[in-house]
Structures are given as C-alpha cells and as structure tokens.
C-alpha cells in the first residue's frame, strides 16, 4: 500500500488511510484498525496516527498496551493539542480503572497546557466531571467509615471486659499481626494462624513461603532487615502520620515547600483521609504497619532468613510499640480496618473505590474473629 509521507517520512496527517480509519471506528472495529496501522513501519507513524492506535486499544480495553504506546509518543507530542491529546488519555485509562484522582491530575494537566482548547477535548468538562465523581466516591467513603466505625465498637462491646479471654504476650504479639495470620500462602493448606510463636517451614510449605518473600525481594537477611525498615508496604505510619495534625489546622510543615508532585500526592492523601480522620486513634493507622511486619517476620523466621535472635528482638519491638500506642483492641482494630484502605489507596494510585472495596472485604475478617473477644495484653 502506497501511502503520502510528510517531509520527514511520516504519513500525513491528510492520508486517505483515515477516511478508512474513520469507517471502522464508526462500526466499531477497533480490531481492523490496529491491524491497518501496525502493518505500516513504526518509522512511517505521526503523532496522529499513534493517537488513533492509542484510541483503539482504549476501546478494547486494552490499556497496558495503551500505556506502552502513550509511553513512546511522549517525547513526540510538541504542540498544545498533542499534549492536551497525551495527558487526557492518560486521564481516560486511570478514570476506566476508578483511578479517579490520578485521572483528574492528567485532566487538569491537559488543560493548563492547552487552555485555549486548540484539541477540542473539552479538558474543563472533563475536570468537572471528573470532581464531582471524586465528591460521590469520598461521601460513600464517609458513609462507609462511619459504619465500621460502629461496627467494630458494637463487636468490641459485645462482651463485658472481664469475660475476655486471657492470652499470653507470645500470643498478643501474634494476634497484632492477625490479618498476615490468617492469609492463605502458596503451598500451604491454611495461614500461619496464632498457636506456634516459633513456626517452621520445609518442604513445599518452605518454598511457597520464600517465593512469597522473594516477591518483596527479600531473600536473606539484610534484605529482610532493609524491607523491615524501609519498604513501604509496612512503613505506611511515617508517611501519612502528619496529615492528622493538617486536617485539624495544626500543620507540621509548610506545604508549600512540597514539590509539585509531593504536595499533590499529599493534597489527595488529605482528602481521603477526611472522611474518616475522625475515627482513628492517636496512633492513625500504625497497626497496619504492626501486622505486616508481625506477618513478614513469622515468614521469614519459617524458611530460615532471619534468626531466632532476630525475630524475638523484632517481636518483642512491636508487641512494646503497640502497647505504648493503642490501650485496646478496639483501637487497635480501628487503626487496622482504615491502615487498610490507607495502604490500597497508595498503592491502588489514589484509587478511592479499590480502597473501599478492599476495607469492606477486611472487615468480615476482623468483626468475626478473635479480636473483639480478647484482652489487650498490658
């Protein structure tokens, strides 16, 4: 096919190749023409066209192969239009995948860099639109915080104090990692549950456990002590712990001195935690941090990463910090069922109704099991 190439050999913006381009989005054929266009050499592609290959995968659903192709054109996209055209598909995938508040930056993005709409995308609806489903999503997140709020309170007072069980501080330590126990690993049968303080794997049950570990990329000691100290996944308190103090006026930093990419991430971080700020405990959402390294700690102490010093001292660490912070499982199971939500929310991409989803699937877990009806060990 023959086809009418600009000066520096791409194909023109004017190609009789969109007339067919044209007909086949009208039918829906999304299939034909990503065939059409990846038939042509890369080197032959415009801007325009990578944008209606973009748009098909869209379509399709497609989006990591979107994503790769958004990636490429980046550096390409020059004018106003092209970088409108490039952050509101961007905005598209991440507002398709409830990543709402990733989708409104990319909007918002789109429109200061093309404020004259000279793309004909519409950014300033598009941002509108875009608020006010943020606005629904964060009131459901209200609604929803208000009722585990109530929730875990009704479970925890079910019972007088008194008739609670007694456990042991081998015990308690391994109740505060209670999510980490009770999740299923690869080659065993059942989570590590709370009886056996010092639990060892072999075999198949070996393997599964350190294929999990290697997932985080621990795979020996100092990775081990290094993801205990630093990785995200079990340091979320550090990280969210001066919000608090924002949302009641009583900052602890100008935030204004952020980055642009540091106050926004911090600004949406602010905004879902609102809704349920008011329920935390003083320690906000520090069991989270407590339970995983509880869990991450049983897993490697199993297949024989870290010693057994190391994990009595590592232990004996948390069971202190989590009496020196919480006075009850009720505070402590607060902090653990919004530390949920916390945790999907930053590793979900802002994404509100993941997070949501992800605290209504936990909360099951925690009203029936043994917390409510245990004493906090002091």
């Known amino acids: 096919m023959e086809f009418n190439l600009d000066k520096d050999g791409k194909l023109l913006d004017t190609d009789k190749l969109y007339t067919k381009l044209d007909e086949w989005h009208d039918k829906r054929s999304y299939e034909d023409i990503i065939n059409a266009i990846t038939d042509i050499p890369r080197e032959r592609w415009s801007v325009k066209l ?3 290959l973009i748009s098909a995968y869209n379509n399709l659903k497609r989006f990591d192969e979107a994503r790769r192709e958004l990636d490429n054109i980046a550096p390409d996209c020059h004018t106003p239009a092209q970088k409108a055209r490039y952050f509101y598909m961007n905005g598209y995938i991440c507002y398709i995948e409830d990543k709402e508040m990733m989708a409104l930056s990319f909007y918002k993005k789109g429109l200061s860099v093309d404020p004259e709409n000279t793309s004909g995308l519409d950014l300033d ?5 875009c608020e006010e489903y943020i606005r629904k999503e964060l009131n459901k997140l209200a609604e929803l915080s208000e009722k585990m709020y ?6 925890c007072s079910e019972k007088d ?4 069980a007694d456990i042991t501080e081998e015990e308690f330590t391994m109740y505060l990692g209670y999510l980490s126990a009770i999740r299923k690993l690869p080659g065993t049968e059942h989570g590590m549950g709370f009886k056996n303080y010092f639990t060892k794997y072999d075999g198949e049950q070996k393997e599964g456990a350190l294929k999990a570990l290697s997932l985080f990329g621990i795979t020996d000691r100092e990775s081990m002590l290094n993801f205990y100290q630093k990785d995200r996944s079990c340091n979320l308190f550090g990280m969210y712990c001066d919000i608090p103090p924002y949302l009641e006026g009583k900052p602890r930093f100008d935030i204004s001195e952020l980055n642009e990419a540091g106050k926004e991430a911090f600004l949406n971080s602010a905004e879902f935690f609102k809704p349920f700020n008011r329920y935390l405990p003083s320690a906000g959402i520090l069991a989270w941090d407590l339970c995983e390294k509880v869990g991450f700690l049983r897993l490697a102490y199993s297949c024989d990463i870290i010693t057994k010093s190391d994990y009595c001292s590592g232990m004996v660490y948390i069971s202190d910090g989590a009496r020196k912070f919480f006075s009850s499982f009720e ?4 902090s653990l069922a919004f530390g949920c939500g916390v945790w999907e929310f930053h590793f979900g991409d802002w994404n509100i109704s993941g997070a949501m ?3 209504k699937n936990m909360m099951p877990f925690l009203l029936n099991g043994d917390l409510p009806n245990i004493k906090w060990f002091k």
């Open 50 to 52: 990578q944008f209606r």
């Open 125 to 129: 609806e598009e941002v509108r639109k």
């Open 150 to 155: 109530n929730d875990i309170k009704k479970a």
């Open 161 to 164: 104090e008194s008739e609670k």
């Open 331 to 334: 505070e402590y199971m607060l």
């Open 357 to 359: 989803r992800y605290m």
